[in-house]
């Protein structure tokens, strides 16, 4: 099969090694791809994942069979139904379903149809923002504001006190986040331990479970400072035993798959459950409709199965009795990020060292390649260090290891990940 894969990070730098990996793939190319995805195939440094008739002509020029969308923008835009009405495959879901992700309000109310555990929520719009200073007085502190739409990971407060959840409502309301807060969802704040599950799913009722992670967003150690788009994670996650999944399965995963179905909301990709652990009882904090990052560096190099055989047969809505095997070592990624991150920082630093570790894998997110050939950075969040061991402890000292040996100007990373769960 000739595949396109969409996207430029560190998911799309793991989901291309996997695939690349399968001897069912003739060629993958990767739009637009980074500094260190042409490992795995051929870059289009020049097509948008947005542009889809770009894409159109990219698909019958190279003779595409299936394109994986890495990110959610393209699947919220409607790729699925663009390229379905032209015969091409899709590993993702419809425009309708990407609501999922689209809109924390359409996600809450799903979730409310179909008796799906999760936070006491209301959503709120300028004309309703009284009502929705009232709720918030009927709430214990802290104050759980997200952006109804897609902020690039920034639309979510939360807050220590009443009179600052008030004002940051009206500030939101007003447009702090542009289109995505017209909308502002106020949640229940829930107590407990994250971890992200992952489903492969083929629109007619067959799903397959991947390795669960755990990622880490904040920026320091101890989880502390600002939010980022993941400085780290760890798979498996103790806390997420037999008895925890199961729970998972019957509450969550088949209530969600029967709800597309009943809904006829067609859906053929990963589902992203974002759940909370909550006194032995998981609840959803939110949907995401594709993989996590960083959680796709560790859920990938975990999973023994092919992976363009089970892309394909979801694409197609027909899982069948393919198994999705996962290998039996514990996996650990951290991410190398620039200094000022998620702040300012700055662009085309060299990264030299070795990025070829024997007892690692280093996929590329935020990196380009000069004029020269030079890997440079090319955004806050660097290099993805990932590795494999029979214990989470020895993939982290593996993965630590690793990252001693690479080196560009003001590089930081965290030094705790995993800690907590061992």
Not at 148 to 155: E, I, N, S, Y
Not at 301 to 326: H, M, N, Q, T
Not at 403 to 419: A, N, P, S, T
Request: glycine fraction near 12%; charged fraction near 25%.
């Amino acid at each position: 099969m000739n595949i396109l894969l969409l996207g430029s990070g560190g998911r799309e730098s793991a989901l291309a090694r996997k695939i690349s990996e399968s001897p069912r793939c003739s060629h993958l190319w990767i739009a637009p791809g980074n500094g260190g995805t042409a490992a795995y195939g051929t870059n289009l440094p020049d097509v948008s994942p947005l542009a889809f008739e770009a894409l159109e002509q990219t698909v019958a020029d190279k003779a595409i069979d299936m394109i994986v969308v890495g990110n959610e923008d393209p699947l919220v835009a409607g790729i699925y139904d663009y390229f379905a009405d032209r015969g091409v495959k899709v590993v993702g879901p419809s425009k309708a379903a990407a609501q999922l992700e689209g809109s924390k309000d359409f996600a809450k109310d799903f979730m409310s149809r179909h008796s799906i555990p999760t936070a006491g929520h209301l959503t709120v719009t300028p004309d309703t923002l009284e009502e929705g200073y009232r709720y918030l007085e009927s709430l214990q502190a802290p104050y759980v504001l997200k952006a109804d739409g897609l902020a690039a990971g920034k639309g979510v407060l939360i807050v220590p006190t009443l009179e600052e959840a008030r004002r940051s409502l009206g500030e939101m309301l007003a447009g702090q986040f542009g289109k995505a807060s017209q909308k502002v969802v106020i949640e229940e704040f829930m107590d407990g331990i994250e971890c992200s599950v992952f489903v492969l799913t083929d629109g007619r009722g067959g799903y397959r479970i991947l390795p669960v992670a755990k990622d880490y967003k904040r920026v320091g150690e101890g989880d502390t400072g600002l939010n980022t788009g993941g400085m780290g994670a760890v798979s498996p996650v103790p806390f997420a035993d037999r008895e925890f999944m199961d729970k998972v399965e019957e509450r969550i995963i088949r209530p969600t798959i029967k709800g597309l179905l009943d809904e006829g909301l067609v859906y053929r990709g990963f589902i992203f459950l974002g759940l909370i652990n909550v006194g032995g009882d998981p609840k959803v904090i939110e949907y995401n409709v594709r993989m996590g990052d960083p959680e796709t560096e560790v859920v990938m190099p975990r999973l023994a199965s092919d992976l363009v055989d089970l892309l394909e047969a979801a694409a197609a809505g027909d899982l069948g009795d393919l198994p999705a095997e996962i290998r039996p070592e514990a996996a650990a990624t951290v991410i190398a990020v620039s200094g000022g991150y998620p702040g300012s920082y700055r662009k085309g630093l060299p990264v030299s060292g070795e990025l070829h570790p024997a007892e690692s894998i280093v996929f590329h997110a935020g990196t380009a390649r000069g004029a020269d050939g030079t890997l440079v950075t090319a955004g806050g969040r660097v290099l993805a260090v990932t590795s494999l061991a029979a214990t989470l402890e020895e993939a982290l000292a593996k993965s630590y290891r690793s990252l001693q040996g690479i080196k560009f100007d003001g590089m930081y990373f965290r030094r705790d990940i995993g800690r907590d769960v061992l």
